[in-house]
């Protein structure tokens, strides 16, 4: 069988691009190893942190932007609620700049970029913050708070559900629980070796997450890290602590980083807050991720993030869930042509942060394929060439 692109892998990245060139008519189909949206990849978990403002840097500002139009589009298309606008708001100290995700001062280039690109916003002292938000607890008296209103949670496996969805009814072919082995390129095309068998497109877009350096070879396993993380959900004691409009958090914190954490108010219906930090620690093989939760870091969690800095929140643990990172050496995306497959564009090294840009990522990939003008522009994603050449 033989498509103009195929989508190899249908998480965040893969679902909105195959998406996208369906809507467009472009004849596509959609491959993945599980049947999506699933909780084997980078994608589950209930919700992902959507901000606008982003500090990971100012390429990443148009495409959260344009994810958050798209939402709102593809609620409008299918009934269905994905993106909460419940407000963000990120704590850290005016004494010392906090790293995050490559950025050595998050909070600081996150208001920078707010201010640049118009997006609304407060800055709050330590009074302003305990007055509007007392929910959150035991900061110091130089704490500052950034809040964007705009900001907040979208559903992982919502968006992707709807995305295949209406892939499927817009022409697109998917085929769930079919494993790509290997792709090889041909004049003409690119040939993908399937459990299935062997299929043949103009170009293949590689969207396999956590599993992108086993499928992709080439310089990528020398760039992507797998960094298994841990999601924890404590029950509420005081509910109404957490009123509808409690906003997601960022409680940026000390030098490593396990030492700042993120969160989310509860969920309509639920009684518990989620909560996670994050770890580049342990790096791992993508199919032997340890998806096991131990009582110690359980207690490691509520004790470091949530006892006295999360008003009204037991030690009771809820639920808990494995899920993986794969992160770059700068922890910035990687969107470009594999430097030895022609006709592969590789994409999804998202490093943490990539749920909030996956819609856009997908729209901007579908309008290069179809040469439509006023795409965002990928370029801050291209693959170093020198950072590649270190790596051989
Ligand atoms: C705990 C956690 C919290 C996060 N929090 C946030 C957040 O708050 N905000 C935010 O913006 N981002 C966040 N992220 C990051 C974001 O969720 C990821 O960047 C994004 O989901 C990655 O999407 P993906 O498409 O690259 O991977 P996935 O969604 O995992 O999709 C990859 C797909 O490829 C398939 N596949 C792989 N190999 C093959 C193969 N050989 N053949 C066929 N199919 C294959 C897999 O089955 C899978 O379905 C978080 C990530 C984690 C793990």
Not at 104 to 132: C, K, M, P, V, Y
Not at 202 to 228: D, E, T
Not at 238 to 254: K, Q
Not at 320 to 332: E, G, L, V
Request: proline share 5%; charged share 20%.
């Amino acid at each position: 069988m033989h498509y103009d692109v195929i989508v190899v892998g249908l998480g965040a990245f893969g679902a909105a691009t195959v998406y996208q060139l369906a809507r467009r008519g472009v004849n596509v189909a959609g491959v993945d190893r599980f049947s999506p949206p699933h909780d084997q990849g980078s994608s589950h978990g209930d919700t992902r942190i959507t901000r606008q403002a982003i500090g990971e840097g100012a390429a990443y500002v148009p495409l959260a932007l344009n994810s958050h139009r798209i939402w709102r589009e593809l609620e409008a298309l299918s009934g269905a609620p994905l993106l909460e606008a419940c407000g963000m708001l990120m704590l850290s100290d005016s004494r010392v700049a906090t790293r995050g995700h490559g950025t050595a001062d998050f909070a600081g280039e996150t208001a920078a970029l707010a201010r640049s690109f118009g997006i609304e916003h407060d800055l709050l002292n330590a009074a302003e913050i305990a007055q509007r938000f007392p929910q959150f607890t035991g900061y110091s008296s130089h704490a500052v708070g950034y809040y964007e209103p705009g900001a907040g949670y979208v559903r992982p496996e919502r968006a992707i559900e709807v995305q295949l969805k209406l892939a499927q009814q817009a022409g697109a072919a998917l085929y769930p629980n079919t494993p790509v082995l290997s792709m090889e390129a041909y004049d003409g095309g690119v040939r993908v070796h399937t459990s299935a068998g062997t299929f043949t497109a103009g170009r293949v877009i590689s969207c396999a997450g956590m599993w992108s350096a086993k499928l992709l070879g080439g310089p990528f396993p020398s760039l992507l890290k797998v960094c298994r993380q841990q999601l924890f959900w404590f029950e509420l004691d005081e509910p109404e602590r957490f009123a509808p409009d409690s906003p997601v958090y960022i409680l940026l914190d000390g030098d490593a980083d396990t030492d700042s954490c993120y969160g989310f108010p509860p969920l309509p219906g639920e009684n518990a807050i989620k909560i996670a930090t994050e770890n580049y620690a342990d790096s791992g093989d993508p199919d032997h991720i340890d998806r096991s939760i131990n009582q110690a870091d359980v207690d490691a969690m509520y004790e470091q993030h949530v006892a006295g800095r999360l008003a009204g929140v037991s030690r009771r643990l809820l639920r808990a869930k494995a899920c993986t990172y794969t992160i770059t050496p700068d922890f910035n995306f990687l969107i470009d042509e594999h430097p030895q497959l022609p006709g592969v564009t590789v994409v999804s090294a998202c490093s943490g942060h990539g749920f909030k840009h996956s819609a856009a990522v997908g729209e901007a990939l579908a309008m290069h394929y179809c040469r439509e003008t006023g795409a965002a522009d990928l370029s801050a994603f291209r693959l170093n060439k020198a950072a590649v050449s270190a790596t051989r």
